[in-house]
């Protein structure tokens, strides 16, 4: 190989490693200030994350509860349990403490569609034993006056869970 092409590898080569060592010593000293300034404001930056996480939770579960027109809630105390029933207005709800159910105060009619046709999937039957359909209609409604006692009793879907059953 010829002096001068040895040469010119030997300036390439030691530029590049003046390079990478200015580069590298460039990029230690930015981390070594990256953390003493993350050091410094370590406080406020757990404080900001802190807050951004209490902000986020209650953007996603807030801590109301919403009685609608027609609608009666039942705020339930789980420390204590305790109910009270409301029926207008925005209720306090807390996650964890509370537990929060809607029923509708409107009038309610159950119609058993299996039981509407003698061939159907549960038809009624006579005396005699012969099948029959019948259109029968059952209308509820909630009793307003006692629903906060006996809203712990009650399943979540009054229709499928208490009203079918007894039909």
């Given amino acids: 190989m010829s002096d001068r092409l040895a040469a010119l590898l030997e300036a ?12 590298g010593a460039m990029s230690a000293g930015a981390v070594r200030e990256l953390t003493t300034a993350v050091s410094r404001f370590r406080t406020r930056l757990v404080i900001a994350v802190l807050l951004a996480v209490f902000a986020y ?13 027609g609608e009666l809630l039942v705020r339930t105390n789980l420390l204590d349990g305790s109910a009270s029933a409301y029926s207008a207005g925005t209720v306090l709800a807390l996650p964890g403490i509370h537990q929060a159910r809607r029923y509708s105060t409107r009038d309610q009619v159950y119609r058993p569609i299996e039981s509407a046709s003698a061939t159907g999937a549960a ?12 259109d029968l209609a059952v209308r509820w409604a909630i009793d307003r ?3 906060a006692q006996l809203s712990k009793e009650f399943p979540d879907d009054l229709n499928a869970d208490l009203i079918r059953p007894a039909v």
């Fill in 12 to 23: 390439i080569g030691r530029m590049l490693r003046e390079s990478l060592g200015r580069l």
């Fill in 57 to 69: 939770g209650l953007y996603g579960h807030p801590p109301f509860a919403t009685a609608h027109r």
């Fill in 123 to 134: 038809p009624f039957q006579s005396n005699e034993g012969l099948s029959i359909g019948v």
């Fill in 145 to 147: 006056t006692r629903i």
